[in-house]
């Protein structure tokens, strides 16, 4: 008996747990037990957003993901970020009448009518928009903002080139008789020569006759100076004159000539010398080497000063003129600059790299820049007064270029703007700006990311997109409070 009536006892109790999960579960579809307070659908303490017309938060939502919508603050289900509120339109339109401040539409860029803010322009229509962000959420992601001035610009231009030889100061050694090399004096490639230093000795049968016959010339005029015929005299001088202006013209030199003349005796060989300084970059002479007009004997370079030959980008290429200063510097010798000028450019691009070569020319009297050494080439080349604004205000989305304008109390306008040359940081601003206007440096991708949430919220009201506010968080204590007054417990 006791068996059986613990068995019982068992099977009620199990009954009786079934019976309270079905109500407990399915309570609230039963008519008469659906009436019983904790078996109603809804909760006595739950949060729920108040959406009345006074601006309190409509909903939280994530800057990275506008699509998250929730009644509740919290992080991201996404990303993890914090939700950050978002208010009620009335609150956006209360604070901007009360500041003065116009609002644009924000439903496109491609839509609505403002006054023209470029620089000295007459009115007309340009694409705008506007919207807030909270200045205290403004502090948190550190924006920094500059004004549009009118800035003395400079554009610097760096390029890295190759030096070389100075093609207008290498000389080529060459007789113009044929003959015997006599004597070698300067015997090896690169050899450093003055101007004026022997190089070789030559034996020619043409040179020794035309000495024999300019001292035969000197002695006939000597005879028939005092002649009593005046054509005689004449044709003694011509003689003198001719034969002289061979040897001239075959490089013999002025104190050669004089030699001969104060000796009376030829000359088996005769000696050349160097016409310039430099170092011999090629040698093709041996002794009892036999030579003729067309043989080259020495190649004589001057390194005294160097050519140096860059590439300039093709935008850059109109800015370049012939006779601008240009530094140069090379790795073998940090902390040292050398200083020339453009000499020439060419006239044409290398279709290859769409670049166009530029040729600076450098002193260079300590030797110190050597042959086919790389340097890096600064040009600062001054592009006057512009309207201008610092480079990094600037968005390049491709087509269109965009600043966010500052126009206080936390509203920013998105303004399209035609910019010209970069110079110096800067950008000269052609249309879309006037001086004195504040624009966004820092923090620009942010404020970008920001204004498209905005617009994607708008999206999903019925109100105007501008309209739309975002605040980071309140802006004291004080707002705090009433904010979390706001959320009703039901």
């Given at each position: 008996m006791k068996n059986k009536k613990r068995k019982l006892t068992i099977s009620i109790l199990i009954a009786l747990i079934v019976i309270l999960l079905?109500?407990?579960?399915?309570?609230?579809?039963?008519?008469?037990?659906?009436?019983?307070?904790?078996?109603?659908?809804?909760?006595?303490?739950?949060?729920?957003p108040v959406m009345n017309n006074e601006g309190e938060i409509e909903y939280w939502t994530c800057a990275m993901h506008p699509s998250v919508r929730l009644n509740d603050?919290?992080?991201?289900?996404?990303?993890?970020?914090?939700?950050?509120?978002?208010?009620?339109?009335?609150?956006?339109?209360?604070?901007?009448?009360a500041s003065g401040t116009e609002m644009d539409s924000m439903k496109s860029m491609n839509s609505g009518e403002t006054k023209d803010m470029s620089s000295g322009a007459p009115e007309q229509e340009h694409r705008s928009s506007v919207f807030r962000i909270n200045p205290r959420r403004q502090q948190l992601i550190n924006v920094k903002t500059e004004p549009v001035e009118v800035r003395n610009l400079t554009k610097d231009i760096r390029t890295v080139g190759k030096v070389v030889l100075d093609e207008t100061k290498i000389e080529h050694?060459?007789?113009?008789?044929?003959?015997?090399?006599?004597?070698?004096?300067?015997?090896?490639?690169?050899e450093h020569v003055k101007k004026g230093d022997p190089l070789f000795s030559i034996y020619s049968p043409d040179l020794l006759s035309t000495q024999e016959e300019y001292l035969i010339a000197l002695k006939s005029k000597k005879i028939?100076?005092?002649?009593?015929?005046?054509?005689?005299?004449?044709?003694s001088e011509s003689l003198v004159r001719a034969t002289r202006n061979r040897l001239k013209l075959w490089d013999v030199s002025e104190d050669q000539i004089r030699d001969i003349e104060?000796?009376?005796?030829?000359?088996?060989?005769?000696?050349?010398?160097?016409?310039?300084?430099?170092?011999?970059?090629?040698?093709?002479?041996?002794?009892?080497?036999?030579?003729?007009?067309?043989?080259?004997?020495?190649?004589?370079?001057?390194?005294?000063?160097?050519?140096?030959?860059?590439?300039?980008?093709?935008?850059?290429?109109?800015l370049v003129k012939v006779g601008q200063e240009a530094t140069l510097t090379v790795d073998s010798l940090p902390g040292e600059e050398f200083h020339g000028k453009v000499k020439f450019v060419w006239p044409h691009l290398m279709p290859e790299t769409r670049t166009g070569k530029v040729r600076f020319e450098f002193p260079n009297p300590d030797l110190k820049l050597l042959p086919e050494m790389f340097a890096n080439v600064d040009l600062q080349i001054p592009v006057g007064k512009k309207l201008s604004v610092t480079d990094s205000a600037v968005l390049?989305?491709?087509?269109?270029?965009?600043?966010?304008?500052?126009?206080?109390?936390?509203?920013?306008?998105?303004?399209?703007?035609?910019?010209?040359?970069?110079?110096?940081?800067?950008?000269?601003?052609?249309?879309?700006?006037?001086?004195?206007?504040?624009?966004?440096?820092?923090?620009?991708?942010?404020?970008?990311?920001?204004?498209?949430?905005?617009?994607?919220?708008?999206?999903?009201?019925?109100?105007?997109?501008?309209?739309?506010?975002?605040e980071s968080e309140p802006e004291d204590k004080g707002q705090k409070g009433n904010d979390m007054q706001n959320m009703h417990m039901h």
């Open positions: 079905i109500v407990f579960n399915y309570g609230h579809d039963i008519p008469l037990v659906k009436n019983i307070p904790h078996i109603k659908g809804e909760q006595e303490h739950q949060y729920i603050p919290g992080i991201c289900p996404v990303c993890g970020m914090d939700l950050v509120p978002v208010a009620k339109a009335q609150e956006l339109k209360d604070e901007h009448n050694i060459h007789t113009k008789f044929s003959g015997w090399i006599d004597e070698v004096f300067v015997d090896f490639t690169w028939l100076v005092d002649s009593e015929f005046p054509d005689i005299s004449k044709g104060r000796t009376g005796k030829v000359k088996k060989s005769i000696v050349f010398h160097s016409p310039i300084t430099g170092h011999v970059s090629e040698k093709n002479t041996f002794e009892n080497q036999y030579v003729e007009p067309g043989t080259l004997l020495y190649t004589i370079a001057d390194h005294s000063t160097v050519w140096i030959n860059a590439d300039v980008y093709e935008d850059e290429i109109p390049r989305t491709g087509k269109n270029n965009v600043v966010f304008v500052n126009k206080g109390d936390g509203f920013m306008e998105i303004r399209k703007v035609e910019i010209g040359r970069k110079a110096g940081g800067y950008y000269e601003v052609l249309r879309g700006l006037k001086e004195g206007e504040i624009v966004v440096s820092r923090a620009n991708f942010l404020i970008d990311a920001e204004s498209k949430l905005q617009a994607a919220v708008a999206a999903w009201n019925d109100g105007d997109v501008h309209d739309v506010t975002i």
